[in-house]
T-cell receptor, first 116, second 111 residues
Framework: NAGVMQNPRHLVRRRGQEARLRCSPM?????VYWYRQLPEEGLKFMVY????????ESGMPKERFSAEFPKEGPSILRIQQVVRGDSAAYFC??????????????FGDGTRLSIL | KQEVTQIPAALSVPEGENLVLNCSFT??????LQWFRQDPGKGLTSLLL?????REQTSGRLNASLDKSSGRSTLYIAASQPGDSATYLC??????????FGTGTRLTVIP
């Protein structure tokens, strides 16, 4: 009865390296959301995906960041050429498909990214 | 653009006290409002979700109210316990696909 699973829990990278963050949604959920929480700040929306489609990436930085949610496997948030300012907690949430009232989002425990 | 504000930023109370956390939002055109709990180094746990057509939701010692027209919500915690110590986040869902979060209220319940 797994909830939203994120890995790794902690990730350390040097400036200029690539970071890959993974998110497996709850069983039966096909909507995935990525949020970023900078130190001492609230969570900020980055991107919303459904299987094989990016629906809304209005919160995603234009450069170096990309996200995917393939037909098989977890959703991936990829950060290329990381900089110190990318240090943050990255949270993934998922929700159920369906019509009617928007479904609640269920969150994972996050990935804490530290850039040396 | 939707902005969510939570007051106070931090709160310390002795065990057993009742307390109220406040959340305000600038755009009243919301689908729902959620209250979350976040423990240090952990993810978010959903506490209560209020649809825009509802006025309040209750779960155990927690009661959340929503006044959509004035852009306000409160989270009432009765008979606080040390285990309630955490950061409480308020988030609203608008016509966009994402949640807009406040910066949270850090609650400490002193034994």
């Amino acid at each position: 009865n797994a909830g939203v699973m994120q890995n790794p829990r902690h990730l350390v990278r040097r400036r200029g390296q690539e970071a890959r963050l993974r998110c497996s949604p709850m069983k039966g959920h096909s909507h995935v959301y990525w949020y970023r929480q900078l130190p001492e700040e609230g969570l900020k929306f980055m991107v919303y995906l459904q299987k094989e489609n990016i629906i809304d990436e209005s919160g995603m930085p234009k450069e170096r960041f990309s996200a995917e949610f393939p037909k098989e496997g977890p959703s991936i948030l990829r950060i290329q050429q990381v900089v110190r300012g990318d240090s943050a907690a990255y949270f993934c949430a998922s929700s159920h498909t369906g019509t009617g009232a928007p479904q609640p989002q269920h969150f994972g425990d996050g990935t804490r990214l530290s850039i040396l | 653009k939707q902005e969510v504000t939570q007051i106070p930023a931090a709160l310390s109370v002795p065990e057993g006290e009742n307390l109220v956390l406040n959340c305000s939002f600038t755009d009243s055109a919301i689908y729902n409002l959620q209250w979350f709990r976040q423990d240090p180094g952990k993810g978010l746990t959903s506490l209560l979700l209020i649809q825009s057509s509802q006025r309040e939701q209750t779960s155990g010692r927690l009661n959340a109210s929503l006044d959509k027209s004035s852009g306000r919500s409160t989270l009432y915690i009765a008979a606080s316990q040390p285990g309630d110590s955490a950061t409480y986040l308020c988030a609203v869902k608008t016509g966009a696909n994402n949640l807009f979060f406040g910066t949270g209220t850090r609650l400490t319940v002193i034994p």
